[in-house]
């Protein structure tokens, strides 16, 4: 969802330093495990608001009731231990895990489960969308609390997701959204925050959570950093000093060096993620269709997958393979001869009014400075003056929503193992845009949309239709976007450390619990 995206609602963070709760006392184990990521790591950190880079970090924090597995394509235990539902689809019932506590001490039960989802469901931003089917929440038990939907949706696969879904204690502090400001948590997972420097590079550090119900046996790695280094050369340097234990993405050189390197090892995968170009239609050049329709063809698809070296794949569409909505035999490609035509239509290009463009893209963000660079020589040669513009993620996303460019590149994950939210969160309708930064306010999209959440339960094959209708509309009708690839997951980490795997439904994530630490 967001900003490698992406992004969450933002609020104001009033610490620039926390060491919030008491830490807990932590079992014996090695050397920190230290993540280097080139953008900031916290956005927001009240868990019903979190839509942004924090996942990395709030997976290993907060825990959901269930948890998506790459190899089943199912949903697996977690908080809950097993559910069922209806024969309709329109009531859900979770077993709980017994035995867990928050980080707070206290229980976590189906009075916090409840408590914890209707909180979220009230917040109505980031990805709290996801419990939209939801009319009431029961507890049946101690242990057990069922789910009332409006309509049928996959709540054990919604339960998965990796925004929204996080179980928390409601009860930790009096004025919650004051105690999450501070950089504090109020989650169950594994680990537990001990040190937040907001705009610092040593960002966030958690630490083991001595009470932990899956226990702590085994070797296991006690202390988890995150560290923010824009400079792809000095994180790959990092962790050949050892002085990081992985870095989540590589450019291809680098990639190649980590791969040959002894004493690393490297992770190559097909991921979730799209890169995402969104045009402006509501202000500026771009409000003409024309100019929008021009730039996609302008786009080199094919040249940009040659210079990225393996690092990306072309996409097909809106949403990527292996997911619900996915349509294939849609790979765009280049036309400048189109794209002159559509240009001097709207009374631009060669021997037209010159014509100024500004595309903001993330700092930090090597193949999206590769775009950038490669579509700005391509418009040149059109008259089209392109401004390029690197920017941190939360400036480049508060320019957005003012409306302040052109072209808004970004990154986009699922919220959980589906298409919609490509569609829901990046294309519907929305006032504020949040991430609807190309401002598409389409009334035929709209309705389209929101017949997807039932139909993906009751009727896949028409679900699959409407995707399709969707992605027409999007890239054809209203040329509202450019996808210029899907990531491939290509990750680098020092070569002792055992158990990582790479999870595409939760972007970026290693689940560090799950690790073996390196000597």
Known sequence: MRRRLVAAVALTLLAACSTPQEPQRAPA??????????????????????????????????ETLTLWNPVTKKSAPRLATSWRSSADGRTWTFSLRSGVTFHTGRPLDAEAVKASIERTMRAKTGASYIWDAVSSIRVEGPL??????????????????????YIYDTKAASDLTAFFRQGRDAGSGPYTVTKWNKGKEDELTLSAYDGYWG??????????????????????????????SFVDRLDPRLFARASAASGLRTSDRPSFTTAVMLFNTAAGPMKDIRVRKAVQKA????????????????????????????????????????????????????????????????EGEADEQVLARRLRATLRTLNVTLEVRGMHWNAQWELG???????????????????????????QSANPPVFNLS?????????????????????????????EQATTRVLD???????????????????????????????????????????
């Open 29 to 62: 184990g090695e050397s920190p495990f230290v993540y280097v990521k080139n953008t900031d790591i916290v956005t927001e950190w009240d868990p019903s608001r979190s839509y942004s880079n924090e996942i990395i970090a709030f997976q290993n924090v907060y």
């Open 144 to 165: 057990t609390v069922t789910f009332a939907l409006k309509y049928p949706v996959p709540l054990d696969l919604v339960a998965s997701a990796g925004y929204a879904a």
């Open 215 to 244: 226990g702590w046996q085994r070797p296991h790695y006690n202390t988890v950093r995150y560290k923010v280094v824009p400079d792809t050369e000095r994180a790959y340097r990092m962790l050949q000093n050892g002085e990081a």
């Open 299 to 362: 786009v080199d698809y094919q040249g940009l997958i040659k210079a990225l070296k393996g690092s990306v794949m072309p996409a097909s569409g809106v949403v990527p393979e292996g997911l619900l909505g996915h349509v294939p035999d849609r790979v765009p490609e280049q036309d400048l001869a189109g794209a002159t035509r559509l240009l001097q239509q709207a009374g631009y290009g060669p021997g037209g009014r010159p014509l100024r463009l500004r595309l903001t893209y993330g």
């Open 401 to 427: 929503k003012k409306r302040g460019q052109d072209i808004f590149v970004m990154y986009w994950w699922p919220d959980y193992a589906d298409g919609y939210s490509y569609f829901g969160q990046v294309f």
């Open 439 to 467: 401002y598409l306010n389409d009334r035929t999209l709209d309705a389209l949309l929101g017949t997807l959440p039932e139909l993906t339960v009751t009727d896949k094959p028409a679900a699959q239709r409407a995707y």
């Open 477 to 519: 009708q209203r040329a509202a976007a450019a996808l210029p690839w899907v990531v491939k997951s290509r990750r680098a980490y020092l070569g002792g450390i055992q158990g990582y795997d790479d999870n595409p439904a939760y972007q970026d994530v290693v689940f560090v619990y799950d690790l073996r630490p390196s000597g």
